[in-house]
């Protein structure tokens, strides 16, 4: 490119930067809006929020559904216990959300952003509150503007009060996930909390008020890293939510009875509604921005204009930058595949995991101290200390045997021994073998853990037997 | 499409934020981590002094203490990216 060019831009880059900057923030006002992508984020937040508060109260096989129970280092998800040993699977679970918000990215932009992230969901659910307690966009902004009163003060406070409360019950809902529920709520309704609960509560309820109240669509334009990131993810084929200038322009108010056409108009009325409504304060008619996040309230107010104009829909509409230009959309192409075929790898592989997962654990220690011993009447005996791991959850009572020589004699304090869930139990075994079966220096043996209550749980696990030169 | 693409341009207050916020955000993962290998009750007896406190105001107590760190990191880089005022 060329140096003017550049340094032309550059200088507007700027000019635009410190109007951005010196304009104080404007308090945004969004407008209300009905539609058909309204309707499929309410029921996003409602059924994401309903999961979110419902799911500390459901319980599973006696047990509380999901429970990353952090006191006991044990995570309850629907009847499978966790350990810090299988952690793995949880980064495991992490790559997989990363990479499905890539694929989807890809995809569809910022369908996340819009639906489903948690700064959308609890902003929709404050603005409700807001919408509810001091009415639409007009009398909200004319209540800012008015001067304190009795009036004033009354539904602010009120809305201060849903807030609050709601952001409270935030917060204990969020503490336990982590702390049994029902307890909980007991240490709470007799004020006995401890002093970490306690902070957690006060420090996720102090988020989701402040940035769900007051920060909203600065989060988005100023924290969220997946906001900058996702720029990366998007080609020419990826859904964004597009103003069709060619339509549109030029713009201008007309009648409803005159024709467009006539007056050298494009079909744009300039009421500037989907200014109104957008939750990020834009104007989608400038072009695609880094601050829209794709909530589509401006397609559902454009398209209730058009449809009161009698246009056909779609001013504003889901569409792809290939089909801005009149090119092709392809949804099928290679990065959609790789990514595709990497999040389906990955679910197969922790499937797989978790459903071949052995709930029992050994580890076989030979004793440090002598190689081994001749114990009379031709025995040689090797000494060990198994380790024995029960990850299930509920106890067990385990067997141990040995196999890999001939006559091999198994000799234990404990022939059977119970674990607990959770528990790990060592337990000391001896070996013996007559010298002549044993034939060489070493040998590999051979230790199974067998679960004397559940014989399905089993596991194995490989050492050595020492001899003398024979 | 991106307004604010130089970091200087970006006002304090919003740098200070987002320092902390990512910084926020890794002392999560780091704390996660840290404790899916280390049982804070394993550690009472190694440290002197080891406050008693029960598992959750450990992870607590550890998660403050690498998001001081992540912060700390992450406020130096922003301050230190500035040789000086710009007069
Ligand atoms: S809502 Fe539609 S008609 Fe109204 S200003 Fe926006 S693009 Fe134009
Ligand atoms: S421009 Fe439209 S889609 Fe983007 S944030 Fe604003 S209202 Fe939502």
Avoid at chain 1, 176 to 189: I, N, V
């Amino acid at each position: 490119m060329d140096q003017k060019v550049m340094d032309r831009r550059r200088d507007a880059r700027d000019r635009e930067v410190e109007k951005a900057l010196y304009a104080r923030r404007e308090k945004i006002y969004p407008r209300e809006v009905h539609g058909l992508f309204a309707y499929l984020r309410i029921t996003a937040v409602v059924v994401l929020l309903g999961i979110f508060y419902g799911l500390p109260w459901l319980d599973w096989n006696g047990q509380q559904s999901v429970l990353l129970d952090m006191p006991n280092r044990k995570f309850h998800l629907f009847g499978l216990t966790l350990w810090p040993q299988d952690f793995l699977y949880l980064a495991f679970l992490l790559i997989i959300a990363a990479f499905s918000l890539f694929f989807f990215t890809a995809l569809a932009g910022r369908l996340w952003c819009g639906y489903a992230c948690p700064q959308t969901v609890w902003t929709e659910v404050f603005l409700w509150m807001e919408q509810w307690v001091e009415g639409d966009r007009n009398k909200r902004m004319k209540l800012d503007r008015e001067p304190m009163s009795w009036h004033k003060f009354r539904i602010k406070a009120t809305k201060q009060f849903l807030w609050l409360t709601f952001s409270a019950f935030t917060g204990f809902t969020f503490v336990s996930y982590f702390s049994p529920q029902d307890e909980l709520f007991q240490r709470l309704m007799s004020l006995q909390l401890g002093p970490w609960e306690s902070f957690w509560m006060f420090f996720y309820g102090l988020a989701t008020y402040g940035n769900a109240g007051y920060l909203r669509e600065q989060v988005c334009k100023y924290m969220c890293p997946y906001a900058r990131f996702q720029s990366a993810m998007f080609d020419k084929d990826t859904l964004i939510i597009s103003y069709d200038a060619k339509r549109g322009e030029p713009r201008g108010p007309r009648k409803r009875s005159a024709n467009p056409r006539e007056l050298g108009l494009g079909d744009c009325i300039d009421c500037t509604m989907c200014v109104q409504v957008c939750p990020t304060g834009i104007d989608i008619r400038d072009g695609l921005q880094y601050e829209c996040i794709g909530c589509a309230a401006c397609i559902d107010i454009c398209d209730e204009v058009m449809e009161k104009m009698g246009y056909p829909k779609g001013l504003i509409r889901y569409t792809t930058q290939n089909a801005i230009e009149g090119k092709q959309t392809h949804l099928i192409r290679p990065r959609m595949i790789v990514y595709g075929l990497l999040l389906l790898g990955m679910m197969v592989a922790l499937g797989y995991a978790v459903a071949t997962r052995n709930p029992i654990g050994l580890d076989v220690l030979r004793d440090r101290n002598s190689l081994f011993r001749e114990v009379g009447a031709g025995l040689i005996e090797n000494v060990y200390t198994l380790k024995v791991m029960n990850m299930d959850d509920r106890p067990h009572e385990y067997r141990v045997t040995a196999e890999g020589l001939p006559e091999l004699q198994v000799l234990t304090d404990r022939p059977t021994f119970t674990v607990r869930s959770g528990e790990v139990v060592e337990v000391p075994v001896r070996l013996r073998v007559p010298e002549d079966a044993l034939g060489s220096r070493r040998a590999d043996v051979t230790f199974i853990l067998q679960s004397v209550d559940a014989p399905e749980l089993q596991t194995s696990e490989e050492s050595r037997f020492l001899g003398p030169m024979p | 499409m991106q307004v604010f693409d130089e970091v200087k341009e970006i006002p304090r207050a919003q740098r200070i934020i987002s320092a902390l916020w990512i910084a926020f955000f890794n002392a999560a993962v780091a704390t996660a981590v840290f404790f899916a290998l280390i049982d804070p009750m394993e550690l009472e007896p190694c440290i002197p002094h080891f406050p008693q406190a029960s598992r959750i105001g450990a992870y607590t107590i550890g998660f403050l203490l690498f998001w001081l760190l992540t912060a700390a990191t992450s406020l130096f880089t922003i301050t230190f990216l500035y040789p000086g005022k710009r007069s």
